[in-house]
Every structure is written in C-alpha cells, then in structure tokens.
C-alpha cells in the first residue's frame, strides 16, 4: 500500500480529529485516510482549510477553462505510445494506440461530473475516475494517483516518467 503525506494531524469541520495519518488515495468522494483506528474517508468539504487549499481544486479556474463545456478529446502520447480519452454529450470512448499496432478494443461508456472529478462507468459496469485539473493553461484529465502525487508533489511527479502523465485537451 502506497502512502502520501504521511504523518498528517487535523481536525475535520464537524470537530472528528485525526492523528498521525496517511492519505492512501483521494477521489470524487474525499480523502482516503488510515492510520491506527484502520481506514477512513473524508469529504473534501470537512476537511480544514489548509487540508482543502493542499487537496482541493481552484474552482474558478477550472470553471473559466469549462466555458465552452467538458466534450472534447484528451490525449497523450510519448511518440510511440498513448492513449486517448474522447468526451461527447455525457459518453465516452477511450482507446490506446501503439507503433507496434494490436492494442486491446476501444472502452466505451457513460461519464458524469462531481466537482472536478470526471466519472467513467463502462458497459460492463467497471468505474474509473480522472480529476480535472488545469496545467500550465492547459485543461487536463490525471487518473486518481497522478493528481495525488502532483498534489503532493508539483511538475516534479511529470519528471520521473511517462507512467505518470495528464491527458490534455486537444
């Protein structure tokens, strides 16, 4: 199990302390916590407001950025290798491609939206999540772990590979 900021005491808006625990993952719901008393979740919106400013998202960015709406297509792309993400009318269809050809079949799905949090649900029933998030002007889609690390992190997280990446909006 992999643990951010570790270490982490505060008191959620509702008075609940926490003490000395790890953030293990974040998504649409809040923060994923554990620590001595085992896991926890909590909402971005009981989180103090340091917590909030380290995890949240600058709404009014995001949203001048959403003017003209979410639908799109997000890439990325190493040269060889990339995967993109089409968003159009609340579905979506995301696929790889490869140099080396033969990749697995389109996915292809619904998507809604909660807060900066893009929702997949596929065909088959199976979910994934992408945070919004607006990089060097740039509207971009991170899987849940990237935009942990980048919160965490900053640019830095960009510089250690191409398994941390953003799709960004073409």
Do not use: C
């Not at 951010?4 to 974040?26: C, I, N, P, Q």
């Not at 696929?95 to 079949?105: K, Q, Y």
């Not at 980048?150 to 909006?169: C, I, M, N, Q």
Request: glycine share 12%; aromatic share 12%; hydrophobic share 35%.
């Amino acid at each position: 199990m992999t643990a951010y900021a570790d270490g982490l005491t505060f008191k959620t808006k509702d008075e609940k302390s926490y003490r000395d625990v790890h953030v293990e993952a974040m998504d649409a719901n809040g923060l994923s916590l554990f620590g001595d008393f085992g896991q926890a979740q909590v909402a971005y919106n009981e989180l103090p407001p340091e917590l909030s400013a380290r995890y949240g998202y600058d709404k009014a960015e995001l949203d001048q950025y959403l003017k003209q709406g979410l639908d799109g297509v997000y890439q990325f792309g190493t040269g060889f290798t990339g995967e993109t993400l089409q968003l159009k009318k609340g579905r979506y269809v995301h696929g790889t491609f490869s140099d080396a050809g033969g990749g697995p079949p389109d996915e292809k799905g619904a998507f809604t939206v909660v807060n900066n949090w893009v929702i997949l649900k596929s065909a088959q029933g199976w979910t994934m999540q992408y945070a919004l998030a607006v990089l060097h002007g740039h509207l971009v889609l991170m899987e849940s772990t990237v935009y942990m690390l980048w919160k965490e992190r900053g640019d830095r997280v960009f510089e250690t590979g191409p398994s941390y990446h953003a799709l960004t909006r073409q």
